[in-house]
């Protein structure tokens, strides 16, 4: 059973920057796509960023430019650096995982932006 677990949600102002991070209790070589999904209030959850054990992440429209998806697997550990945050993003975000079997998530992190 793999386990996610996020950290570093919080209030921020408009403009301002959060780090989330991710800690999976498996290691990360056996998990193929890990990503950042996030759900706004009132709103269906959307994927913010993803990527697959090797090679580039991948990012919504929203998300290019401003936010920065790192995956650690020696740590165990994958962060999504926000940048210049807007209030539209706020939502709860969450750590997701797949390997060949199953679909993992993490129980989320609020993140909110407000003046």
């Known amino acids: 059973q793999v386990q996610l677990v996020e950290s570093g949600g919080g209030s921020v102002s408009p403009g301002g920057s959060l780090r989330l991070a991710c800690a999976a209790s498996?290691?990360?070589?056996?998990?193929?796509?890990m990503g950042w999904y996030r759900q706004p209030p009132g709103k269906q959850r959307e994927l913010v960023a993803s990527?697959?054990?090797?090679?580039?992440?991948k990012y919504a429209d929203f998300a290019t430019g401003r936010f920065t998806l790192v995956r650690n697997n020696a740590n165990n550990e994958m962060y999504l650096q926000m940048n210049s945050l807007k209030p539209q993003d706020t939502a709860v975000y969450y750590c997701?995982?797949?390997?060949?079997?199953?679909?993992?998530w993490g129980q989320g992190t609020q993140v909110t932006v407000s003046a």
């Open positions: 997701n995982a797949n390997d060949l079997s199953d679909d993992y």
């Open positions: 498996v290691s990360m070589f056996r998990l193929d796509v």
């Open positions: 990527k697959g054990r090797y090679g580039s992440p």
